[in-house]
């Protein structure tokens, strides 16, 4: 991911082993699927689908913006359609293809038919080791590092470069991306990132800045982001995003955005409402799968780790 998910939501306070072919599925079933008699209780699910809506403030509703369903084989997702509300007769179709070591993938190519754009993720041991993004003249690379045994990453290294047309120069970006990360029983409790980055157009010199602030987040005990601050450097600004949840018997039904409103108020934003198919997976995955509809399409350590 260009950066982490905690850049990509506050600074902007702010799923093919298909018909179209090109991989193969072990014969076994995905190793972080749960045993046969965890599924009856459990709340921990594949999401089918989630529906997004948008708060008119004037109004005081909520309107639909897009749907959102997923395909899965072994539970691997091999197929994202999103439908606008207001262009309902032009899907957004993610198609996305693996090739497997036993177990574990070992890469995972996702097309869009809406754009030109190829993404290719690498794994190492299951784990996400590379994320390769082409679409037109703009090309990047992230590579992922752990700092322990888990499945959360505490480095992130980021090549951005976008050739451009005419005489002017191709502009390249770098940023590393540096994440402190604690845990609770195996799920998230709290990450904070803070980095670097340069950006320089060709024949000029490359020069290093710090990203403005520091980003933190809390989670639930589920592992789900409940709470995400950014401190914005020596101005003392200050960027704060809430998740407030809704669960039936364990299972999130629904998430509400909100952002600090006046007088200690809250301020709604965006409403996910989240429905489910009966394949139970491990706590740790529900929690990365939760996290990434959270963060929006674009955030690619939650998208392509959970798989």
């Not at 090109?22 to 999401?47: I, K, R």
């Not at 957004?92 to 574990?104: P, V």
Request: hydrophobic content about 30%; aromatic content about 10%; charged content about 25%.
């Amino acid at each position: 991911m260009k950066k982490s998910v905690i850049i990509l939501l506050i600074v902007a306070i702010i799923l093919c082993l298909t018909a179209c072919g090109g991989g193969t599925t072990p014969d076994s079933a995905s190793p972080d699927s749960a045993t046969a008699d965890q599924v009856a209780e459990s709340p921990y699910h594949l999401v089918s689908s989630v529906k997004v809506y948008q708060k008119d403030a004037a109004q005081g509703f909520w309107i639909p913006q897009n749907t959102t369903t997923i395909e899965y084989d072994k539970t691997y997702p091999v197929r994202f359609t999103t439908v606008n509300e207001d262009d309902q007769e032009h899907p957004k179709i993610t198609a996305c293809a693996y090739t497997f070591d036993e177990e574990n993938p070992l890469t995972r190519v996702d097309t869009v038919n809406t754009s030109s754009a190829k993404t290719t993720a690498e794994y190492q041991n299951g784990r996400l080791s590379t994320v390769n993004v082409t679409s037109g003249a703009k090309t990047s690379s992230t590579v992922y590092q752990y700092g322990g045994d888990d499945d959360y990453y505490t480095l992130a290294l980021t090549e951005t470069r976008r050739d451009e047309s005419g005489d002017d120069p191709a502009v390249t970006n770098e940023e590393v991306d540096s994440v402190i990360v604690t845990t609770q029983n195996g799920l998230l409790k709290t990450t904070s990132d803070s980095g670097v980055y340069a950006n320089w157009a060709d024949g000029d010199k490359k020069e290093w800045q710090r990203l403005r602030g520091i980003y933190t987040a809390d989670y639930d005990d589920d592992g789900i982001i409940s709470v995400m601050t950014g401190d914005l450097g020596k101005d003392g600004k200050r960027a704060e995003k809430r998740f407030v949840t809704t669960r039936d018997g364990g299972r999130i039904t629904e998430i509400v955005e909100e952002i600090p409103g006046d007088d200690d108020s809250w301020t709604q934003l965006m409403k996910y409402e989240f429905a489910y198919n009966d394949t139970a997976i491990t706590p740790m995955r529900y929690s990365l799968m939760m996290n990434w509809f959270l963060a929006g399409g674009d955030n690619q350590y939650y998208h392509y780790h959970w798989y």
